[in-house]
């Protein structure tokens, strides 16, 4: 069933709590309803959006806003490991990382309580605590609005990075629609437990290891740093994590220990290529971000990397200017441009 409604509220629709209208908004509820929307008469521009949760409305839409009801998870191979699980964009994500646990399949279990539907893990390449979605996918089945045909992508073919897919060209962007992924999951215990503190804090609950016993503690680690949508919104991690030269990692750092004192240790992730991941929050935090509010904008207090709808009557203005502060602050002490991860819409 298709359902659409003009100049729609969107202050649900984000976790941001924008109060922002649609021109026009159409939800859907099966992937046949697909071939019935006629795309080239929509109002321009048009934007497929899941939960909201990545996203900051800068003003009212002037086009049209689609959203995916399709929602079923459904095993479809099963052999004594690897498991296929195809899954309905519309799908909450964390709907699926609770199934999957609960039928003790491994894979997904790191990125429980991330915010956002299955569709849209798969355009921004979701991640957290060592593991990216990428890893688990094996399929993107999309509806192509040009060609008008249904198409399925490996995930090979993706181009997946850091926060970023193939969907998120300029050339295609908006093209094509996911309808379901297929994740393949693995009945063989596969725990990542390296990011961070997350192998003491698991260890430290003397039970055995399950992805039911990640998820829990994940969930527990996630609700003591980041701020329920409902009571203050936000759209989670703001800034990407800036990725750099070991030389100027090695410049922050002699920077830094000079400041905080010789034996002060950076933050910080070495990958494979040689470069370094430093965590954007703990330069917010040193550029003295952390808790600061301005008008109805904070910096939350509790996870720098978050800015907040502090009152939930911030205009998308307030939530900008903030935004430009902190990547100008960050510029003038460590030399690096932050991007956010958040894209404005």
Same mark, same amino acid.
């Not at 070495?270 to 550029?287: F, N, R, S």
């Given at each position: 069933?298709?359902?659409?409604?003009?100049?729609?509220? !969107?202050?649900?629709?984000?976790?941001?709590?924008?109060?922002?209208?649609?021109? *026009?908004?159409?939800?859907?509820?099966?992937?046949?309803? +697909?071939?019935?929307?006629?795309?080239?008469?929509?109002?321009?521009?048009?934007?497929?959006?899941?939960?909201?949760?990545?996203?900051?409305?800068?003003?009212?839409?002037?086009?049209?806003? +689609?959203?995916?009801?399709?929602?079923?998870?459904?095993?479809?191979?099963?052999?004594?490991?690897?498991?296929?699980?195809?899954?309905?964009?519309?799908?909450?994500?964390?709907? &699926?990382?609770?199934?999957?646990?609960?039928?003790?399949?491994?894979?997904?279990? =790191?990125?429980?309580?991330?915010?956002?539907?299955?569709?849209?893990?798969?355009?921004?390449?979701?991640?957290?605590?060592?593991?990216?979605?990428?890893?688990?996918?094996?399929?993107?089945? *999309?509806?192509?609005?040009?060609?008008?045909?249904?198409?399925?992508?490996?995930?090979?073919?993706?181009?997946?990075?850091?926060?970023?897919?193939?969907?998120?060209?300029?050339?295609?962007?908006?093209?094509?629609?996911?309808?379901?992924?297929?994740?393949?999951?693995?009945?063989?215990?596969?725990?990542? +437990?390296?990011?961070?503190?997350?192998?003491?804090?698991?260890?430290?609950?003397?039970?055995?290891?399950?992805?039911?016993?990640?998820?829990?503690?994940?969930?527990?680690?996630?609700?003591?740093?980041?701020?329920?949508?409902?009571?203050?919104?936000?759209?989670?991690?703001?800034?990407?994590?800036?990725?750099?030269?070991?030389?100027?990692?090695? *410049?922050?750092?002699?920077?830094?220990?000079?400041? !905080?004192?010789?034996?002060?240790?950076?933050?910080?992730?070495? !990958?494979?290529?040689?470069?370094?991941?430093?965590?954007?929050?703990?330069?917010?935090?040193? *550029?003295?971000?952390?808790?600061?509010?301005?008008?109805?904008?904070?910096?939350?207090?509790?996870?720098?990397?978050?800015?907040? =709808?502090?009152?939930?009557?911030? &205009?998308?203005?307030?939530?900008?200017?903030?935004?430009?502060?902190?990547?100008?602050?960050?510029?003038?002490?460590?030399?690096?441009?932050?991007?956010?991860?958040?894209?404005?819409?």
């Amino acid at each position: 069933m298709i359902k659409t409604a003009y100049y729609q509220d !969107l202050t649900k629709m984000n976790t941001f709590g924008m109060k922002v209208k649609a021109r *026009c908004f159409i939800e859907y509820d099966s992937v046949a309803d +697909l071939v019935d929307i006629e795309f080239e008469e929509l109002a321009r521009p048009v934007l497929h959006i899941g939960g909201g949760s990545n996203l900051l409305f800068t003003d009212d839409f002037k086009g049209t806003v +689609l959203h995916s009801k399709i929602n079923f998870i459904e095993i479809i191979s099963e052999g004594p490991d690897r498991v296929l699980v195809s899954v309905g964009a519309g799908v909450v994500f964390d709907d &699926f990382c609770d199934w999957a646990a609960k039928e003790g399949l491994w894979g997904v279990e =790191n990125l429980s309580y991330i915010p956002g539907e299955v569709g849209a893990s798969a355009v921004q390449n979701i991640g957290a605590y060592g593991v990216e979605v990428k890893d688990v996918i094996k399929t993107v089945y *999309c509806y192509d609005t040009v060609d008008e045909e249904f198409v399925n992508f490996d995930v090979e073919d993706l181009e997946y990075g850091y926060r970023d897919s193939a969907f998120k060209d300029p050339e295609i962007k908006g093209r094509y629609i996911v309808t379901h992924v297929v994740f393949a999951l693995s009945r063989t215990p596969q725990p990542k +437990l390296d990011y961070g503190h997350l192998k003491e804090a698991v260890e430290a609950t003397g039970a055995e290891l399950t992805p039911l016993l990640i998820r829990k503690v994940i969930i527990k680690i996630r609700k003591e740093k980041l701020p329920e949508p409902s009571v203050m919104g936000s759209a989670g991690s703001f800034f990407k994590n800036p990725v750099i030269t070991a030389d100027h990692f090695a *410049c922050i750092e002699a920077a830094a220990k000079a400041e !905080l004192g010789a034996d002060y240790k950076v933050p910080h992730y070495d !990958l494979p290529d040689g470069t370094v991941k430093v965590p954007a929050a703990w330069m917010i935090e040193q *550029c003295g971000w952390k808790g600061k509010r301005s008008g109805n904008a904070a910096v939350y207090d509790k996870q720098p990397l978050v800015i907040v =709808n502090y009152t939930g009557e911030a &205009f998308p203005e307030e939530i900008i200017s903030l935004e430009r502060r902190i990547i100008a602050s960050i510029k003038a002490k460590f030399d690096i441009i932050f991007h956010p991860e958040v894209e404005h819409i």
